[in-house]
Every structure is written in C-alpha cells, then in structure tokens.
C-alpha cells in the first residue's frame, strides 16, 4: 500500500479487513487522530499572526499559497516546495499534504455519487476514451462506503446527481432557503439542495456528530468528518494486520521479469537517505495523481522501459482537474430578524443544469455551483467597550456561489519525468505541462455570467463577481494520468483498476480516473477502491494474482 490519502485509506481498511497482512507507506510526517491536531482547540488571538500567512511563509510555501486553504492553523500539514520542486512548463498549482492522512484531512468533504451521464459522456461526444464501466458496476460500492464514512445530506430525485445513503442533512438557514425558493421559481430546471458532505450529523461508532466550528481543515478531534485518521485507518489497525511506517518515499515499483509481476517496492527514508526494499503479492499504489504518475513512470525495467505499464505512451497524458470560477457574491435585504445555529462547515449545492437531455450551450459537458449565505458584524468601530459591543452585533446578510466545471481530457496535458533536475532525495523531478483550453474557457464565461444573473435576480444588492478562471490544480481534483479503460493501447488499468500488463498493481486514486464529471470526485475514489480491492483479493485467492 503506498499513500494514506482518502483512498488509500480505504485500501488499507479493505485489505486488512480482508485477512491480508498489509504495509502501508506514508512519505508524509504521523499525525496522531487528536492529539496531532495541535492548533484544533486554539482560539484566533492564539495564533502569532491572528492565522495570516505571513512573507515567509509565501517564501517557503510559494505552490501551496496559491490554495485558499493554507493558513497560519494548518500549514504543518502541507508540503515544503522548496524541498520537493517540480517544472511548470505551464502553470499547475500542485497542491499536497505531507502528513499522515494526506488530503483527506483537508478536503472540502463535499461527496457526490456520479451518475451514467459522467460515464457515458467520453463515449457520447467523444473525447476521451469510454469508461469500462457504468453507474450500475459502481452503485453497489457507493452505497457500501457511504455506510462507514457517513455522508449528510438530503435525497432529491435528481437523475444526473443519485441519492447516496444520507445521514440527516444539514439544515438551510434562512436566506438559503429565499435563494432555494427563487432560484428554482425563476430558473425552471434548476435546483439548489442541502450539501452532500462527509460531516455528521449523528454518531458513528468511534466517532461524535460535527459541533458546528467549521475548523475542519486543522483536522477533527471529534472524528466527525471523514478522515483516513478518523475512519479507515482505526478500522485497519483494529484488525491486526496493518503494518504502517511514515516518513517513506516510495521511489519506484520493483518489476519482476520472469513472473512479469511487481514484486515490491523501493523506499527512501526521508531523514536518513537509506534504501528499503519491501515485498508484497499485490500493490495497491495511492499517492495521489501526480505521485502515484511518479512512481510509475520511474519504474523502469527492460519489459517497461518508458514507466510500468507504458509500453503504449499513455502513462502521464491527459492530465484533468476542474476549473473554478472565481465566483459572485451579493448582500441582501432583509431577515435581519434570524441567525443560524453555529458555523456549519457546508453550504448549498446547484447541480449541473447545463447539456443535459440535449446539447444547449457552445461548449461540452456542464458545471455545479457551490455556495453559502451568513451575516457579518454590524461594525467594527470605536474603542474599548464601544468596539467590544459593536463586535456582537449581527450584520446584514450576504451570500455567494462559486462554480466547478468539467475539464475535458487532452493527450497534450501531461506529466513527463525530468532526468536534469534531481530532489533532495536524488530522484528525478517532474515537467508538468498542462492548461484548460477552449472548451473550458467557454464553460467557464457561462459560468460567471449564471451566477451573475442568479444572484440578481434572486434580490442580490451590490452583486460582485471575480471573472477571473482557475489554473489546473488549484480545484485539487487532479486526475486521469492513469486512466481506465477497456482498451491496453489507450488506457492504463482495466475496468478493475489494474495495470493491463501488470495485474497485480492497482490504482485506485486519481490518477484511474477517465474523465472528470463536474462534482468532487472522492466519493468515487472511496468507491473505487473498495471495489477493486474486493477483485484483489477474490483473484489472490483464486491463485491469479
């Protein structure tokens, strides 16, 4: 197992709980479920510089201060850029943790099942190559994940975005529901639901229901989003199985030519520079989408002399990851006589309402919109008690959207090893080449322009909005450099996320995913891995693998 992100947690679970003794290697420092939430419980006037970034840290984290969710209570938790450099031959802001646990302490949690309209489309308008499977293959592993992460939210009928398994929602405050009510009155064909988020709303075991503080991203000592530490890797150790050790880089995948299997891995030390080999039946390979790229590209054997797998110059190309509006926000009038219960950590949700039954728009494939609503202060002024006093009252109210819309897959954006620049470590760095092109651009104009008139005609005053388009990686829903498939020439794993040519290493992260739809996609990694990992070891026991 290699990476304990939001997958592969899941694979660590599925493995052991499976029977399998299991090793998982994390590059990333350990951070203890609780305790290693060193900044959770701290109030803002405890922090050195009230949670800003200050110059330094701009310096030190210049790729990740690109991300709106590095701040002053959570930077331990990222990775130093200085110390592992990568070419942008095209700006990719390459967004990593480098923790235990990876991501999914610092996802959104927004968790959405697709639907046949996301596996269908490569085959329909015909970019990219079709899926392997459909919503029917995978709608089993939906439902069986949803059961242990524990996803809030709020069935709705809607074909194109299933209903998942759902905890109690979280409620729509009152401005929220205004928006719900004018916006499905004014805008025929379009919704806006409660937010389908791995956040609890009631108790799990080993795990307590969200108290509302909205401090997520300094990691949960309540256990009450879903986090590899909170979740899959409690359940893994449980078993007995699990064998985990930090602080490893995998370097590359060790390639057996006369079994034609992997055979294992080799490992760096992070502190010490010492070389590891360890030996496994099956690999389960999960850093995330541009490691997990690494790794197989700096497998090189005489079978594989291009990366494991690669014989057919797929591995690394069509790089995806949403683009995001820099979205619109509006005051509004009014309800100055209600508040909300807490800071709930979601919004709302307006679903894709673009090409569905039929192609309406210049551009392929579609968008969702994500948003919120809330009051501000009434004033900050004055001084002493006056400024004090000003600081309770509650303001006007405001809301904004933001949108995350589809990236097609393109041969041209990938990522290729670059053998004249070598890390710390001595290995290879990468040249990312990657940009949105003009299907994007055009989405990405209807996007800001139906926000805009959304939030005007739904009594929005003073409606601002940011025109200003993303850069691939800034949605941190990087994708498809390993992409699934049902032909070896064209593709990389087969419809069980196996490598084609190497059937006991699977890839059950980002990097297997063959489109991008336009809603978060790691429930379906969560999915994914569960399915494939119930194929692993069903075949290792059959003597297959």
């Known amino acids: 197992?290699?990476?304990?992100?939001?997958?592969?947690?899941?694979?660590?679970?599925?493995?052991?709980?499976?029977?399998?003794?299991?090793?998982?290697?994390?590059?990333?420092?350990?951070?203890?479920?609780?305790?290693?939430?060193?900044?959770?419980?701290k109030d803002p006037w405890e922090f050195t510089h009230r949670n800003s970034l200050t110059n330094t840290d701009k310096e030190t984290y210049p790729i990740q201060t690109r991300h709106y969710s590095i701040r002053e209570d959570n930077k331990h938790f990222y990775i130093l850029d200085k110390e592992n450099p990568y070419t942008e031959l095209?700006?990719?802001?390459?967004?990593?943790?480098?923790?235990?646990?990876?991501?999914?302490l610092l996802w959104a949690r927004m968790s959405?099942?697709?639907?046949?309209?996301?596996?269908?489309?490569?085959?329909?308008?015909?970019?990219?190559?079709?899926?392997?499977?459909r919503y029917k293959d995978i709608a089993p592993w939906y439902e069986y994940v949803e059961r242990f992460a524990g996803i809030s939210g709020k069935a709705e009928g809607i074909p194109h975005l299933p209903d998942s398994l759902f905890q109690a929602p979280m409620p729509l405050n009152c401005v929220e529901e205004h928006l719900k009510t004018e916006i499905e009155k004014k805008f025929?064909?379009?919704?806006?639901?409660?937010?389908?988020?791995?956040?609890?709303?009631?108790?799990?075991?080993?795990?307590?229901?969200?108290?509302?503080?909205?401090?997520?991203?300094?990691?949960c000592p309540f256990g009450a989003y879903f986090s590899t530490q909170s979740s899959t890797l409690p359940a893994a150790q449980k078993t007995g199985n699990l064998t985990l050790k930090t602080g490893m880089i995998v370097n590359r995948i060790i390639f057996d030519e006369q079994t034609q299997k992997a055979k294992g891995v080799e490992v760096i030390d992070r502190e010490?520079?010492?070389?590891?080999?360890?030996?496994?039946?099956?690999?389960f390979l999960n850093a995330a989408t541009v490691a997990t790229t690494f790794i197989l590209l700096n497998s090189k054997s005489r079978s594989f002399p291009n990366g494991l797998g690669n014989n057919h110059d797929v591995l690394g190309r069509y790089l995806m990851d949403h683009h995001k509006s820099g979205g619109v926000s509006a005051d509004i009038d009014g309800f100055t006589d209600k508040y909300y219960y807490g800071r709930r950590p979601s919004g709302v949700y307006i679903p894709r309402f673009r090409n569905l039954g039929k192609q309406d728009t210049d551009f392929l494939r579609g968008y969702g919109a994500q948003g919120s609503a809330g009051r501000g202060r009434a004033s900050a002024e004055g001084l002493g008690a006056e400024f004090k006093e000003n600081l309770t009252e509650a303001g006007n109210w405001s809301f904004g959207?933001?949108?995350?819309?589809?990236?097609?897959?393109?041969?041209?954006?990938?990522?290729?090893?670059?053998?004249?620049?070598?890390?710390?470590?001595?290995?290879?760095?990468?040249?990312?080449?990657?940009?949105?092109?003009?299907?994007?651009?055009?989405?990405?104009?209807?996007?800001?322009?139906?926000?805009?008139?959304?939030?005007?005609?739904?009594g929005g005053k003073n409606v601002r909005y940011n025109g200003e388009m993303s850069f691939p990686g800034?949605?941190?829903?990087?994708?498809?450099?390993?992409?699934?498939?049902?032909?070896?020439?064209?593709?990389?794993?087969?419809?069980?996320?196996?490598?084609?040519?190497?059937?006991?290493?699977?890839?059950?992260?980002?990097?297997?995913?063959?489109?991008?739809?336009?809603?978060?996609?790691?429930?379906?990694y969560m999915a994914l891995t569960a399915r494939a990992a119930d194929w692993a070891v069903g075949q290792l026991k059959r003597g297959n693998l």
């Not at 329909?124 to 079709?130: E, N």
């Open 474 to 524: 800034n949605a941190n829903h990087e994708m498809g450099t390993a992409r699934m498939g049902l032909d070896p020439k064209t593709s990389v794993l087969n419809r069980w996320n196996q490598l084609h040519d190497v059937k006991n290493v699977f890839v059950t992260d980002g990097a297997c995913m063959t489109s991008t739809a336009c809603v978060n996609p790691s429930l379906t």
């Open 1 to 41: 197992m290699v990476g304990s992100g939001i997958s592969g947690g899941w694979a660590a679970k599925e493995l052991c709980e499976k029977g399998l003794k299991t090793l998982l290697l994390e590059r990333g420092k350990d951070v203890e479920h609780v305790t290693g939430y060193t900044t959770a419980t």
């Open 272 to 283: 010490t520079n010492k070389t590891y080999e360890y030996f496994a039946k099956i690999i």
């Open 90 to 104: 095209q700006r990719f802001d390459w967004v990593r943790g480098d923790v235990l646990g990876g991501r999914s």
């Open 188 to 219: 025929p064909g379009r919704t806006l639901i409660n937010p389908r988020s791995a956040n609890l709303t009631q108790q799990l075991p080993g795990r307590n229901s969200c108290q509302y503080r909205n401090l997520c991203h300094r990691g």
């Open 112 to 133: 959405f099942r697709w639907s046949d309209l996301d596996f269908e489309a490569n085959a329909k308008d015909g970019y990219g190559v079709d899926w392997p499977i």
């Open 401 to 458: 959207f933001s949108a995350f819309g589809e990236c097609l897959p393109y041969k041209e954006n990938r990522i290729r090893l670059n053998e004249n620049e070598k890390d710390k470590w001595g290995r290879p760095t990468l040249n990312i080449d990657c940009s949105f092109k003009e299907n994007e651009k055009k989405m990405h104009k209807d996007m800001v322009e139906s926000l805009k008139e959304m939030a005007e005609k739904v």
